[in-house]
């Protein structure tokens, strides 16, 4: 890994260009194309105090567009905030929230308190590496044991 983050910085220097952080994934070639290589960051995220409050803001923005109509609204939302066996929320599911196209002020400031309460913990970095086999070219991937090396 020192490697690649060696060969990454190299590279932006021969351009004059200071990278920021280990963020983002990257995919290097052999000269060949017969193999490549792919790197990919993975963040650990988890919400703070603030997600509560979110979701405090999303049941009033509940009760207000239901009142008087189907409740089963509130049942798909409050999916999001459901947790698993470890008591873990899903975070996929809580973000997608924030893509949803509703212009409702409460709403709106709810999401902004979901981005405020994510914090990112710590990353971990992958490496992959990939053979072309066939006549086709297809990628294969190369398994590596690293507690057997």
Do not use: H
Not at 101 to 108: K, R, Y
Not at 112 to 122: C, F, K, M, P, W
């Amino acid at each position: 890994m020192s490697e690649i983050d060696s060969f990454v910085d190299l590279s932006a220097m021969e351009y004059d260009v200071k990278l920021g952080g280990k963020k983002g994934n990257l995919t290097l070639y052999t000269f060949d194309m017969k193999y490549k290589v792919q790197v990919q960051i993975s963040e650990y995220l988890v919400f703070d105090e603030r997600l509560q409050v979110a979701k405090k803001m999303i049941d009033e923005c509940l009760t207000t567009w239901t009142k008087g109509g189907r409740s089963e609204i509130k049942t798909i939302i409050n999916d999001a905030f459901s947790v698993d066996q470890e008591g873990r929320i899903n975070t996929k599911r809580i973000l997608a929230l924030r893509r949803l196209d509703i212009i409702d002020p409460l709403w709106l400031k709810a999401m902004l308190a979901i981005s405020d309460s994510l914090q990112v913990t710590g990353s971990k970095s992958y490496m992959r590496i990939y053979k072309r086999i066939g006549k086709d070219g297809q990628w294969q991937n190369i398994t590596l044991d690293m507690a057997a090396l």
